[in-house]
């Protein structure tokens, strides 16, 4: 084996290490799970993360209450002092006016917004002042 060869062996190597199986990387420290069991989406520019929990489903044609809640937390998991009070949720052609429920924001009263648990769309709010778009693809 030539030193080019040997080279791009242990790059190879070291590459599947960081990656896994799966090609995504690893950790075995994941950090602190989030404060209401939901799944954590990365707020654009690193501001800290939305936790987005979803109720189970419920039977078709049945009205949910706030079927989808949406906390804001900085970077170490604690509520933001500055969450917003306010927001909409793009589904496709549909906007969705969220109602603030002192701790966040969450879905309104209703038939059901999303099929097979996954919560789908863009979350629309105003952090720091300035409007933001939280494309979220949460999948059960």
Same mark, same amino acid.
């Given at each position: 084996?030539?030193?080019?060869?040997? @080279?791009?062996?242990?790059?190879?190597? &070291? *590459?599947?290490?960081?990656?896994?199986?799966?090609? #995504? +990387?690893?950790?075995?420290?994941?950090? +602190?799970?989030?404060?209401?069991?939901?799944?954590?989406?990365?707020? +654009?520019?690193?501001?800290? !993360? &939305?936790?987005? *929990?979803?109720? +189970?489903?419920?039977? @078709?044609?049945?009205?949910?209450?706030?079927?989808?809640?949406? !906390?804001?937390?900085?970077? !170490?998991? #604690?509520? @933001?002092?500055?969450?917003?009070?306010?927001?909409?949720?793009?589904?496709?052609? %549909?906007? &969705?006016?969220?109602?603030?429920?002192?701790e966040g924001l969450a879905t309104p009263d209703g038939p059901a917004l999303f099929? @097979?648990?996954?919560?789908?769309?863009?979350?629309?709010?105003?952090?720091?002042? %300035?409007?933001?778009?939280?494309?979220?693809?949460? #999948?059960?």
């Amino acid at each position: 084996m030539n030193m080019q060869h040997g @080279r791009l062996l242990v790059f190879s190597v &070291v *590459v599947a290490l960081v990656l896994g199986c799966d090609g #995504r +990387p690893q950790t075995s420290d994941a950090g +602190p799970p989030a404060p209401h069991e939901g799944k954590l989406v990365l707020l +654009p520019g690193g501001k800290g !993360y &939305v936790e987005v *929990v979803k109720k +189970p489903a419920a039977p @078709r044609g049945t009205s949910m209450s706030a079927e989808a809640s949406f !906390y804001f937390l900085d970077e !170490y998991s #604690r509520p @933001r002092s500055d969450a917003p009070q306010s927001g909409t949720l793009v589904l496709g052609k %549909k906007s &969705v006016a969220l109602k603030s429920t002192g701790e966040g924001l969450a879905t309104p009263d209703g038939p059901a917004l999303f099929a @097979r648990g996954d919560v789908d769309g863009i979350l629309n709010i105003e952090l720091d002042g %300035k409007p933001m778009s939280i494309p979220l693809g949460v #999948r059960e």
